[in-house]
């Protein structure tokens, strides 16, 4: 799969690259990330940060930390990574798994990878909370990325990962999306599900930043413009994968709560990084973050890849 056509043939055999840690997300995330790199005939790799540097800031003595400390944490890293690997080769027994263990933070790890990875995934360790719960590696990562980031969470109370349901999409009007639904048509048809793609025209009352009262919209008239508007940004990507059946849903509000709906039958969320309307400003935005706090399938947030 190549989100990217004009991506460079090294970026085809790209890993698969997770983030592992140890805590019940962390485990989750490797699991999804296996069933994923064994899917698309990629490899997976698995990382572990242990941030030294961090570490060694908070050791009171002499501010440095002795030969021991720096042992016993790469031990438990060791730990860690090989019960991820015995989890990913439970899910894909034939799978091409490396591990590394690196003196970086996690964050860093993981940016720094997502310029050539074919995607880097991470977890989600908690069900609610504010921005500041879920963690300030995913947080970085998701905002400081190159390329595609998927945050899983758990469905519920369910651990499991989820091979049913529609791959969904949501769609903005502008070129900055075709990533986003390149992404989710490519996921569709190596799941060989369906794709919903949801188009969501802003919750603003437009009026009010025109210097007016209110704006008159003839409801009707604007679900006919927003129905042309996805038709368009999705017919080119219909040809080229004609084995996706494609379900077109259109919104007048509520981005966030429309995509969050479709999470509790759906196996993945794809939205772009950045867009107009209701998905403005995704990624530092309410739709992106509410997602990610809220979703009940993994997310996958597209971007264009920086170099």
């Given at each position: 799969?190549?989100y990217n ?8 055999q790209?890993p ?9 997300g962390?485990?989750?995330?490797v699991?999804?990330?296996a069933e994923t790199a064994?899917?698309?005939h ?5 990382v572990?940060?242990?941030?030294l ?6 050791v009171e ?15 438990h890293?060791k ?6 690997a015995?989890?990913a080769?439970?899910?894909a027994p034939g799978?091409?798994?490396e591990?590394?263990?690196s003196?970086?933070s996690?964050?860093?790890l993981?940016?720094d ?5 074919r995607?880097v995934?991470?977890?989600a360790t908690v069900?609610?909370g504010?921005l500041?719960h879920?963690g300030?590696t ?9 390329g595609?980031?998927?945050?899983v ?5 369910d ?5 049913d349901?529609?791959?969904v999409?949501g769609?903005d ?7 986003a639904?390149?992404a989710?048509f490519?996921?569709?048809?190596e799941?060989?599900?369906?794709l919903?793609?949801?188009h969501?025209?802003?919750d603003?009352?437009a009026?009010r930043f025109?210097?007016t009262k209110s704006?008159a919209i ?5 679900e006919t413009?927003?129905?042309a508007?996805l038709?368009?940004?999705?017919a080119?990507w219909?040809?080229k994968y004609?084995?996706?059946?494609v ?9 966030a709560?429309q995509l969050t709906?479709?999470?509790i039958r ?5 939205v ?5 309307g209701?998905f403005?400003g995704l990624?530092?935005g309410?739709t992106?973050?509410f ?17």
């Amino acid at each position: 799969m190549n989100y990217n056509p004009d991506n460079p043939p090294r970026q085809q055999q790209a890993p698969v690259v997770v983030g592992a840690n140890g805590s019940p997300g962390s485990d989750l995330a490797v699991r999804w990330a296996a069933e994923t790199a064994a899917r698309c005939h990629h490899p997976l790799r698995i990382v572990h940060g242990l941030d030294l540097l961090t570490l060694s800031s908070s050791v009171e003595s002499h501010d440095i930390i002795t030969p021991a400390i720096v042992d016993a944490v790469r031990e438990h890293a060791k730990a860690v990574l090989d019960k991820a690997a015995g989890s990913a080769r439970e899910i894909a027994p034939g799978l091409d798994i490396e591990t590394e263990i690196s003196d970086d933070s996690p964050a860093r790890l993981l940016i720094d990878y997502s310029r050539t990875a074919r995607m880097v995934v991470l977890g989600a360790t908690v069900d609610t909370g504010t921005l500041g719960h879920l963690g300030s590696t995913l947080l970085a990562v998701s905002s400081h990325g190159h390329g595609p980031t998927v945050v899983v969470r758990a469905a519920g109370t369910d651990e499991a990962v989820r091979r049913d349901g529609p791959v969904v999409v949501g769609v903005d009007g502008s070129p900055l999306s075709e990533a986003a639904i390149a992404a989710a048509f490519a996921e569709a048809s190596e799941r060989r599900t369906e794709l919903v793609a949801v188009h969501s025209w802003s919750d603003w009352d437009a009026g009010r930043f025109a210097g007016t009262k209110s704006l008159a919209i003839d409801a009707n008239q604007l679900e006919t413009a927003e129905s042309a508007i996805l038709a368009e940004r999705l017919a080119g990507w219909q040809e080229k994968y004609p084995d996706v059946a494609v379900t077109r849903k259109v919104y007048l509000a509520g981005p966030a709560e429309q995509l969050t709906r479709w999470s509790i039958r759906a196996q993945l969320i794809v939205v772009g990084s950045r867009g107009r309307g209701g998905f403005a400003g995704l990624l530092f935005g309410s739709t992106s973050n509410f997602l990610v706090q809220h979703a009940h399938c993994p997310v996958l947030i597209v971007r264009e890849r920086r170099t």
